[in-house]
């Protein structure tokens, strides 16, 4: 039976009725290591979902261990992340960064290590994140009749709509996640918008459950430090991998349209080689064009631990990505009290609650970020009830504790996919 039955209700999430007990779990993430700086091209969202999954699963007395490939030779085989969780660095190809959309060729070596690992002592479950390692997955699962359940995170149909010609995705990329997706056990997709998605690819419904990434609403918080403001205006501030369909110059060319505000840029590479990033050069440059260079500030790259300070500081975050397979953000934004302007796509629709939360703008339409951004910062009132509505919002529904229930739910039902049947009947 389907999880994905009408309104999406993360607030439905709760503990499985009856636990499983202690479960090895194996995290796949071939790419993204929950031990990744953030905001570089390739490190982001995901690693920060795999990360606080681990964790969250580790709490409710599962043992977890997440592979990712090895792309540094001094890294040892396994690293302890915290009490129930390590990461195993998989020897996949060469021992440094290789842009993730060139993983493919060594997800062989990937899978077969895997496969090698888990035949002396295999995991009691596999869920595998982002394509590849569904793949590398897929192939080991096979092998020793293991039970897969796969995340995408994003989608190559969606990528391949909005980048067209300038999607750097290997060629049998859509093909090779349908083929996930109908090998696997369980998909446990991020939103709705993945589901209908994976529908127009051959991928059933009924094959899908539909669970939401989660917050840290401790670390996330409206109490706690604050950044520096430099100036009186007011401020608002993006943050995320600097990449073009993220939308920083969206926000750019509605700044030329909101006076007596700044733009601050959180992401990229460290502060002291920003100088050398074509993407910020391109962003300055468009900055200078709209005449607000010296109302745009870039702070590269920051410790995740500094992020919730520079929310605080914001009077509003927007996130105006061209697409958004779900985006963790909003979320971030929205639990330390902070309204949010996004656009109106992918798992942004879930998240934000238009006008409860934030509002929801067109992609790619500046006029329309800056009319949504002005309206509010004219409202002291509506910006702080926004705050407030998304502080009780992600408490409600987004915290990894429910998100981990929800998880382990659908591990169950993979694990034990026949009703009970007692003297009383099916149970």
């Known amino acids: 039976m389907t999880s994905f039955l009408g309104p999406f209700d993360p607030a439905a999430f709760g503990a499985a009725p009856s636990g499983p007990g202690k479960l090895s779990v194996a995290l796949v993430s071939e790419h993204a290591s929950p031990l990744a700086t953030l905001g570089g091209v390739d490190a982001g969202g995901q690693n920060v979902h795999v990360a606080a999954l681990a964790g969250a699963l580790a709490d409710r007395g599962h043992h977890v261990t997440v592979y990712t490939r090895r792309d540094d030779r001094e890294l040892p085989e396994t690293v302890p992340l915290r009490e129930g969780v390590h990461v195993h660095h998989v020897p996949a190809g060469p021992p440094e960064q290789i842009p993730k959309d060139e993983l493919l060729p060594h997800m062989g070596d990937f899978g077969r290590y895997l496969a090698r690992t888990w035949r002396h002592r295999p995991p009691d479950l596999v869920h595998s994140h982002f394509w590849m390692s569904g793949l590398a997955s897929l192939w080991a699962t096979r092998e020793l009749g293991l039970p897969l359940l796969h995340t995408y995170h994003a989608l190559g149909t969606v990528k391949r709509r909005h980048q067209q010609l300038a999607d750097p995705s290997p060629p049998r990329r859509i093909a090779l996640e349908t083929e996930v997706g109908s090998g696997c056990d369980r998909i446990i997709a991020t939103c709705r918008d993945e589901v209908v998605e994976l529908g127009r690819m051959g991928v059933p419904a009924a094959k899908t459950t539909v669970v939401p990434c989660g917050v840290d609403t401790e670390l996330f918080a409206p109490r706690g430090p604050v950044a520096e403001r430099g100036t009186e205006r007011h401020q608002l501030l993006q943050l995320g991998r600097l990449v073009p369909r993220k939308g920083a110059a969206v926000s750019i060319a509605a700044l030329a349209r909101l006076p007596e505000t700044e733009l601050v840029v959180v992401g990229g590479p460290p502060a002291d080689r920003l100088d050398e990033d074509p993407e910020v050069r391109r962003l300055r440059a468009l900055a200078r064009e709209a005449g607000v260079a010296d109302r745009v500030h870039f702070t590269g790259g920051v410790p995740s631990a500094d992020v919730p300070a520079l929310l605080r500081a914001a009077d509003i975050v927007v996130c105006p ?23 109106a796509v992918g798992g942004q ?31 002291p009132a509506a910006r702080e009830a926004c705050g407030e509505a998304g502080r009780r919002r992600t408490l409600r529904r987004f915290g990894w504790d429910r998100v981990a229930a929800a998880t382990e739910a659908a591990y169950c039902e993979v694990l034990d996919p026949q009703p009970v049947t007692t003297g009383a009947g099916v149970v």
């Open 349 to 379: 629709l879930d998240t934000v609650a238009d006008p409860a939360t934030g509002r929801l703008v067109p992609p790619r339409d500046p006029e329309a970020l800056a009319r949504a951004v002005a309206d509010l910062l004219a409202d």
């Open 321 to 343: 990505a061209d697409y958004e397979p779900f985006g963790i953000v909003p979320l971030e934004a929205m639990a330390c009290g902070r309204p949010v302007v996004a656009s």
